[in-house]
């Protein structure tokens, strides 16, 4: 383990998200999977962002305030 490296246990980093404000979660999450993504979608991301949109359509997804 080098000198920048921490460790947390999952159980607190989730309970920290969960506490956290949905403006400020979505932020994070945006910063984390999204932002530093710049990269054409690929066949694959395109078939599987399709099926989101579908999922969601339908109402078969899970909202955020569902999982808290």
Do not use: Y
Not at 17 to 33: H, I
Not at 39 to 50: F, G, K, Q, S, T
């Amino acid at each position: 383990m080098s000198a920048n490296t921490i460790r947390i246990p999952q159980e607190f980093i989730v309970g920290m998200l969960k506490a956290l404000p949905e403006n400020v979660l979505k932020e994070v999450f945006w910063k984390a999977f999204a932002d530093s993504e710049n990269a054409p979608l690929n066949v694959e991301e395109r078939v599987d962002l399709a099926a989101a949109d579908e999922e969601f359509r339908k109402g078969e997804t899970v909202r955020w305030d569902d999982l808290r």
